[in-house]
Nanobody, 123 residues
Framework: VQLQASGGGAAQAGGSLRLSCVASGLTFNSYVMGWFRQAPGKDREFVVGISRYGGSTLHADSVQDRFTISRDNGENTVYLQMNSLKPEDTAVYYC?????????????????WGQGTQVTVSS
């Protein structure tokens, strides 16, 4: 199984970035997909997750109304649209897959992880 994340980079506060994560080696629509992030010196943090067919999502309070997750099961891809970026969004962002029915915010329930992509937001 491989999860390949891309789309990170640098942005100004108030700007936008779109992350993508392409999955291979698994039956994509059998997995809840999530995005997590980890800033230097901080614990891994749940950002947002989406159910297997995209019918439900779960957001961290800190990104509600700013970040949107979506998925294309035909392309085995999950996306994270990040708008109104803030300096505190700076982190390495990871996509992850969980063999669950409900979206979970607990990282231990995710069994496959991508390599991470850096997002840096300057003020």
């Amino acid at each position: 199984v491989q999860l390949q994340a891309s789309g990170g980079g640098a942005a100004q506060a108030g700007g936008s970035l779109r992350l993508s994560c392409v999955a291979s080696g698994l039956t994509f629509n059998s997995y809840v997909m999530g995005w997590f992030r980890q800033a230097p010196g901080k614990d891994r943090e749940f950002v947002v997750g989406i159910s297997r067919y995209g019918g439900s999502t779960l957001h961290a309070d800190s990104v509600q109304d700013r970040f949107t997750i979506s998925r294309d099961n035909g392309e085995n891809t999950v996306y994270l649209q990040m708008n109104s970026l803030k300096p505190e969004d700076t982190a390495v962002y990871y996509c992850a897959a969980a063999r669950q029915v409900e979206v979970s915010r607990f990282w231990r329930e995710y069994v496959f992880w991508g390599q991470g992509t850096q997002v840096t937001v300057s003020s």
